[in-house]
Structures are given as structure tokens and as C-alpha cells.
């Protein structure tokens, strides 16, 4: 840029003069009494400026830390009953083939006897002739 | 100027209060008239700034202080009222305005067009330009004063010169052998 053409904007740019009157119409609006500065903040609690600047997040952080931890014990729970479901089941079908195994042998015992039981009297005396 | 006058002005005495009007009444005028466009709405600025100034007194640190608050608070207060009131914004430029110190012809024919084709930039550009060419900031304290980064400022600076350059070759204000 043409330093030549910035100096003459800055001449052509000269302040203007305030209208006549500018300074006393400005004194008569004037308001009775100024702001009161207020007190410095550092008066403040710090632990209430804390929690005024990080109340927020911190309870977004303790909310999402305690769905974290909620999910871990219903998924935690959730396992401990199914691990109870299946042990059962395992119970239960261990207890069916042993009443199984139970009946079976019941069976077997009686074949046995079938087996083991002496010949009629008739079948006696037509083997001794 | 020395800073008694501030410390009288905040200890409630009207008399310095009104020299520091006085003082200063110039600048922070000039900055509503050349963004507005207007005589009357730039005196009801001036007079909103002044009036800030009085509430505030007690949070200006230095006459140093004094002179970039208002500034910054006329040029912003500009903006604003030209977002709020986008009309004001193609309003011809009033004739009539006098410059602070007497200017050959040429020079008031050039600072009337100027202020004319200040007029067609962008709000923030005519406030970079005015606190850059009007009141002498350097372009950090321009950025300062505007919430704009340097970048942004300089961006600013560059386009509306060159824009007002060449609105300038065409109205023939000002030699076409001036361009780069």
C-alpha cells in the first residue's frame, strides 16, 4: 500500500468538531448518582466460585461416572443369575439320569431273578426220566 | 492533561468531568458522524458514550486508559446501533460538519468524498479505518479495542484502501500514479 495515500487519509480524516453546546447538554443529562463500583470478587468464598465455575461439569461428570458404574453392577448381576440358571439346570438333569440309571437297574434286577428262579416241579421229573 | 483531572472528576466534581468532555468530546463525535453518517444520531452517540463514561469513571485506570475507553466504546456502540438501524448504513453523509483545524479546499473536497466512500465499507471495516487513520491506533490496539484479531484488522485495512483508492482514481481525488 502507498504510504503517500495513507498520510492523506489520515488528513482527510481529521476529527470533527462536536456541535456548539455538546459538553453542557451532556452535563444536563447527567444522572443524579454513578454506579457504586462493587465489591472485588476475590471477597468470595472460594469453595462457592468453585462450584459456580465447575458445578456444572462436576455433576456431569459424577452423573455419567455413576451410569458407568450402575452398568457394571446390573451386567455383574445379570451374570450371577445366569450362571445360577445354568447350575441348575446342570442339577436338574443330573438328577433325571440318575432316577434313570435308578430305574434302569430296578429293571435289571428283576430280569436277573427272572433268570436266577429254579424250573418249575413237571420239569424236574421229566428230566429225571 | 494531568490525572488529578480524573480523580477530581471521580471524586463527583462536575467541573473536571466536563473538561474531560471537553476534551475529548472531538474524537469520540467524529467517530459517530463518520459511522452513522449523521449529525444527530452521531451527537446522541457521543452524548450515550459520555454518559457510560460517568457511570463507569470509577473503573478508568489513567487518561491513557481514559481515551482508549472511549474510543472503544464509541466504535462499538456504532456498530451496534448500525445493526440495530441497518438504514443508517446508505444514509448520505450530512454536509456541513466542520474539521477541527482550517483545510485547503482540496483537502475538504477529498475528506468529504472520503467520508462518503467510508460510508459504502462495512460497519467493523469503517471502525478499523477510523481508529486507524482518525484516531492514530496502531493496528494491535485497533484489534484490542474492535475484539478482532490482528489478522482480521490488517485483512480489513488492506481491502478498504484499496477499495477507497480506487473509488478515489475514479473521482479523480487522487493521482493514479499512487498505486503500487
Not at chain 1, 457504586?36 to 455433576?59: C, D, E, H, S, T
Not at chain 1, 433325571?96 to 435289571?108: G, N, P, R
Not at chain 2, 446508505?90 to 472520503?114: F, I, K, N, Y
Request: glycine share 4%; net charge neutral; proline share 6%.
Amino acid at each position: 500500500m502507498s504510504e503517500n495515500f495513507e498520510n492523506e487519509l489520515r488528513r482527510a480524516l481529521r476529527p470533527v468538531d462536536a456541535p456548539e453546546g455538546f459538553t453542557e447538554r451532556v452535563m444536563r443529562a447527567l444522572p443524579a448518582q454513578r454506579d457504586p463500583v462493587l465489591p472485588p470478587v476475590v471477597n468470595q468464598q472460594p469453595a462457592y466460585r468453585l462450584v459456580k465455575r465447575f458445578g456444572i461439569p462436576m455433576a456431569f461428570a459424577a452423573a455419567l461416572v455413576l451410569s458407568v458404574l450402575l452398568g457394571m453392577h446390573v451386567a455383574r448381576v445379570q451374570d450371577q443369575r445366569m450362571a445360577e440358571e445354568r447350575e441348575a439346570a446342570g442339577l436338574a438333569a443330573s438328577r433325571e439320569l440318575m432316577q434313570a440309571l435308578h430305574v434302569t437297574s430296578q429293571k435289571l434286577d428283576l430280569a436277573y431273578q427272572a433268570v436266577k428262579t429254579p424250573p418249575s416241579p413237571a420239569g424236574d421229573e421229566e428230566n429225571r426220566t | 492533561m494531568p490525572d488529578a483531572l480524573l480523580a477530581r472528576a471521580r471524586a463527583g466534581d462536575a467541573g473536571a468531568f466536563a473538561e474531560l468532555v471537553r476534551a475529548h468530546q472531538g474524537s469520540v463525535y467524529s467517530i459517530g458522524y463518520r459511522m452513522l453518517n449523521r449529525r444527530d444520531a452521531a451527537e446522541d452517540l457521543a452524548q450515550d458514550v459520555f454518559l457510560q463514561l460517568y457511570r463507569k469513571l470509577d473503573h478508568i485506570e489513567s487518561l491513557e486508559h481514559l481515551g482508549f475507553w472511549l474510543r472503544r466504546v464509541a466504535a462499538n456502540l456504532a456498530i451496534d446501533w448500525i445493526r440495530r438501524l441497518p438504514h443508517t448504513t446508505t444514509q448520505p453523509l450530512e454536509e456541513g460538519a466542520t474539521v477541527a483545524a482550517p483545510q485547503p479546499e482540496d483537502d475538504m473536497l477529498m475528506s468529504r468524498q472520503l467520508d462518503k466512500l467510508l460510508g459504502e465499507l462495512s460497519p467493523s471495516a469503517r471502525a478499523v479505518m477510523l481508529l486507524r487513520y482518525q484516531e492514530d491506533l496502531d493496528v494491535a490496539e485497533v484489534g484490542t479495542a474492535l475484539d478482532m484479531p490482528v489478522n482480521t484488522v490488517k485483512s480489513h485495512i488492506k481491502r478498504s484502501l484499496t477499495q477507497l483508492r480506487s473509488r478515489m482514481i475514479g473521482a479523480k481525488l487522487v493521482d493514479s500514479e499512487a498505486m503500487p
